[in-house]
């Protein structure tokens, strides 16, 4: 996945200049071509500059418009954006903690079942990297923020518990997630454990596209974990009630493809293990900036001094 950003947009409009600059080179043309047709002497002129006495100096057109181009570009600080191996990435992980994460088709449950397997991930990451844990349900909230002491983070996890909170916003826990990860130096990551079940964001008109625009703005990637199967019984109720906790596939499956990420089916606590062992396998993989002014500016200087050249040597003027 590559992307190109701009830390400053509104430059961009100066490139609606450029139709001008190829405008008033032709126009400049056509009066330099009536200025040289006073001239009574062209056997003298073909003696001097070679076959065509007169040239549109379409090169010299074509460097002045990458040179406009570049310059504007290098204004507006672009940025090229590509997926590559990073030194080292930081994580916060986002524990769904709704009712429905009680659910027991994952023993203990499905909440037990993430809380042990995030514990494992932590303990066995193997980079130094910084560490955030959120959970949500109809609301979100921080549990800690980005730290490197795994056992303050395996602590924090431990007492997780369902919360009292109803519904499920995996939009805002996305949007909090980056939030936490806005200032960090190294790859972006979030891990999204949940049912699957939006029930707050279905409310809200395009919350999850919204939460995905925000991460690719962001460059964050999202790994989501679907936890249990789709007819798991709902847990907070007696089985007889046969109601099943609901599974949404299709919106993690959005969420995954959509920044980059992976998505992962755990049917089991052995699944849960197995998609963290994956997501730690791609810990050294992130989006990875290139900031082109610098290129562009020594672009710029290169066409310059070419240019000069040029007009000095092959499109020099003819008095």
């Known amino acids: 996945m590559i992307k190109l950003t701009f830390e400053n947009p509104i430059f961009l409009w100066y490139l609606l200049s450029m139709p001008l600059l190829i405008y008033t080179h032709f126009y400049l043309f056509r009066h330099a071509k009536t200025r040289a047709m006073q001239f009574a002497n062209f056997e003298a002129l073909k003696r001097v500059t070679g076959e065509r006495l007169i040239t549109k100096n379409i090169i010299l057109l074509i460097i002045r418009v990458i040179t406009l181009a570049c310059v504007i570009l290098a204004a507006t600080g672009a940025v090229f954006w590509y997926e590559g191996m990073v030194n080292e990435n930081d994580?916060?992980?986002?524990?769904?903690?709704?009712?429905?994460?009680?659910?027991?088709?994952?023993?203990?449950?499905?909440?037990?079942?993430?809380?042990?397997?995030?514990?494992?991930?932590?303990?066995?990451?193997?980079?130094?990297?910084?560490?955030?844990?959120?959970?949500?349900?109809?609301?979100?909230?921080?549990?800690?923020?980005?730290?490197?002491?795994?056992?303050?983070?395996?602590?924090?996890?431990?007492?997780?518990?369902?919360?009292?909170?109803?519904?499920?916003?995996?939009?805002g826990a996305i949007i909090t997630g980056i939030n936490i990860l806005l200032n960090s130096e190294r790859g972006k990551t979030i891990i999204l454990i949940t049912d699957g079940s939006n029930t707050v964001g279905a409310f809200i008109e395009g919350s999850v596209e919204n939460s995905i625009e925000y991460a690719q703005k962001n460059h964050v990637v999202v790994h989501t974990i679907g936890v249990g199967s789709e007819s798991g019984p709902i847990g907070y109720l007696p089985e007889y009630y046969n109601i099943s906790a609901v599974y949404n596939e299709k919106t993690l499956i959005q969420i995954s493809n959509s920044t980059g990420g992976y998505y992962f089916k755990a049917m089991d606590e052995a699944g849960l293990s197995r998609a963290y062992k994956e997501i730690s396998k791609a810990a050294d993989k992130g989006f990875i900036p290139l900031k082109l002014s610098h290129g562009l500016i020594l672009t710029v200087l290169v066409l310059l001094f070419l240019e000069w050249g040029l007009i000095s040597t092959r499109f020099r003027r003819i008095p």
């Open 91 to 171: 994580f916060v992980i986002a524990i769904d903690v709704s009712a429905s994460m009680t659910a027991q088709d994952v023993l203990p449950t499905r909440l037990d079942a993430a809380k042990n397997t995030a514990f494992e991930f932590v303990d066995k990451l193997e980079s130094k990297s910084n560490i955030g844990i959120i959970t949500f349900a109809g609301t979100t909230v921080i549990e800690t923020t980005l730290i490197d002491n795994k056992a303050t983070v395996k602590k924090t996890i431990e007492n997780v518990e369902i919360t009292q909170t109803g519904g499920t916003d995996i939009a």
